[in-house]
């Protein structure tokens, strides 16, 4: 497919656009058929792909729970039961040793959280160009499948998250106690200014750090999947040595992707555990 571009550099940014649907500069709506048109569009647009596959995944993850659930037995398990209860179990194991309080919330989250965010990286090993052409021959101009790879995802993720840590920081401590953990600390009270700065910040920093985290990672390893993809638009050497260095990277591109997956997961029950303590 690499062969169908003018250059690799129109090839790369085709790979990276997102579907994108708004207001195009002559005032109509429709889809985006570049990245300065897709940026004219301005706040109200949204990247229409990113949307369908983050909603579809999380739909298959729903289902396949679902079903393990209705379907489970005391006998002999099926390999889905088997595979559901190894995840709770690990995601179990994993908030009992990272959340020290009692919230029935917080195992639920984590397990979406985590299947949610692998399922969305689990995208990135599809070979890059077979989906977008499909969609190409559908008449669809861009087509980017792997979510995670979308600040946009990865931020209303990590807002989420942050709206949660807020909201029982709030809960737990009282608005009065919460404040005081933002200004009464580390240094003395008188420099409270200074103590509502750095904690302000700190606090900020973490859906920020959490959505470029997943984001930087992500959008790292789908760009060296597409430059090993345009080795198979030259020599059979090329072509050769494409073939390995992908499959290379996609068997180590698994631990990515679980890693990124698991990370998501332990920070976000780490901060919630941080939302419930008090502290003195």
């Not at 571009?5 to 579907?19: D, M, R, T």
């Not at 058929?33 to 739909?59: C, R, T």
């Not at 990272?98 to 070979?127: E, G, I, R």
């Amino acid at each position: 497919m690499a062969t169908e571009y003018a250059s690799s550099g129109e090839y790369i940014k085709h790979h990276l656009q997102n579907l994108t649907y708004g207001q195009l500069p002559d005032g109509t709506w429709g889809f985006a058929h570049g990245a300065a048109e897709a940026k004219s569009m301005g706040f109200w647009a949204i990247n229409v792909d990113s949307m369908l596959f983050s909603i579809g995944l999380g739909l298959i993850f729903l289902l396949l729970f679902r079903m393990a659930a209705k379907r489970a037995t005391a006998g002999t398990p099926s390999g889905l039961q088997n595979f559901v209860e190894w995840i709770v179990e690990f995601i179990d194991s994993s908030v009992r040793g990272s959340f020290s309080h009692q919230n029935a919330l917080v195992a639920p989250l984590a397990l979406t959280v985590f299947m949610w965010v692998f399922l969305m990286n689990l995208m990135d090993l599809f070979p890059v160009d077979w989906l977008p052409y499909v969609a190409g021959a559908a008449g669809v101009p861009h087509l980017k499948v792997v979510p995670s790879t979308d600040p946009n995802v990865t931020f209303g993720m990590s807002l989420s998250i942050f709206i949660l840590v807020l909201f029982y920081s709030v809960k737990m401590k009282g608005a009065g106690g919460f404040f005081s953990e933002l200004a009464f600390q580390p240094f003395p009270k008188f420099l409270f200014p200074v103590n509502l700065l750095l904690e302000g910040v700190g606090l900020i920093a973490k859906p920020i750090s959490l959505a470029l985290r997943l984001f930087g990672n992500m959008y790292a390893g789908e760009m060296i999947f597409i430059l090993i993809a345009l080795m198979f638009g030259g020599s059979w050497v090329l072509a050769v040595f494409g073939g390995a260095l992908q499959w290379a990277w996609a068997v180590f591109h698994i631990l990515i992707i679980t890693l990124q997956a698991f990370i998501f997961m332990t920070l976000t029950i780490v901060y919630l555990d941080m939302a419930h303590a008090e502290h003195h």
